[in-house]
């Protein structure tokens, strides 16, 4: 008589949920001080000299390198840093939104890495004694990139071309490319004529200026 396996499946949706995590939020968080890296004055110039070709190089943006600063600003001695958002945000000048894309900036580039971290505070609703874990700030460790500087990005110029000023009817967006047609021979002599042309006429106005200039003192001289 074959036995029912009936009982040992696993309930709809136990499986589901025993793939993910409780709590996604926490996952990867430690219960600890989290990474400590301490850097000398000579490192923190560095590391910020290195955010600013970043900046030039077309992979930072202004407010980033201001993050980055602010991330140097709450650097301790010992290497502790754990700002949150809130708090970079402040000293940088910006969103807190804008503070999350420059933190992944500089970890895409090297500069940058973070721990998840977690700590255990009391927890009224779990009765006497009961703590929970809650989510806190970032540890942060600023890193010194060893390799080159990779090449700068290119960027195409947006321009943005209206019709006359009226609200819904401007046109859309064009990408215009850096690298311009070779110029028209033609055009450029026709240029030449009149820059030329304009030069001729202002010499001869400066020309008849100047002898009316003359002409008058001579007229109103002793006689």
């Not at 696993?10 to 025993?18: K, V």
Request: a positive charge.
């Amino acid at each position: 008589m074959p036995i029912a396996q009936d009982h040992l499946r696993p309930a709809p949706g136990a499986l589901l949920a025993h793939l993910h995590h409780p709590r996604p939020w926490h996952r990867g968080s430690l219960h600890d001080d989290g990474p400590r890296r301490p850097l000398t004055a000579d490192q923190r110039r560095a590391w910020l000299a290195r955010a600013h070709l970043e900046r030039r190089a077309g992979r930072l943006t202004a407010l980033h390198v201001e993050v980055g600063r602010a991330l140097l600003k709450r650097l301790g001695e010992d290497g502790q840093c754990d700002p949150s958002h809130a708090t970079l945000a402040a000293d940088a000048g910006c969103a807190e939104r804008t503070v999350g894309r420059a933190l992944k900036a500089l970890r895409e580039l090297g500069l940058l890495a973070w721990q998840q971290r977690l700590v255990c505070r009391p927890w009224k609703g779990g009765g006497k004694g009961a703590v929970r874990a809650e989510q806190t700030s970032n540890a942060y460790a600023l890193l010194l990139p060893t390799g080159p500087l990779a090449a700068p990005v290119l960027r195409a110029a947006r321009c943005r071309l209206d019709c006359g000023g009226q609200a819904g009817r401007e046109t859309h967006s064009k990408m215009i490319p850096r690298r311009l047609p070779p110029f028209d021979p033609a055009v450029k002599k026709a240029l030449q004529e009149i820059a030329t042309a304009r030069a001729v006429r202002f010499q001869r106005e400066w020309t008849a200026k100047r002898a009316e200039q003359w002409d008058r003192s001579g007229r109103a001289g002793p006689s």
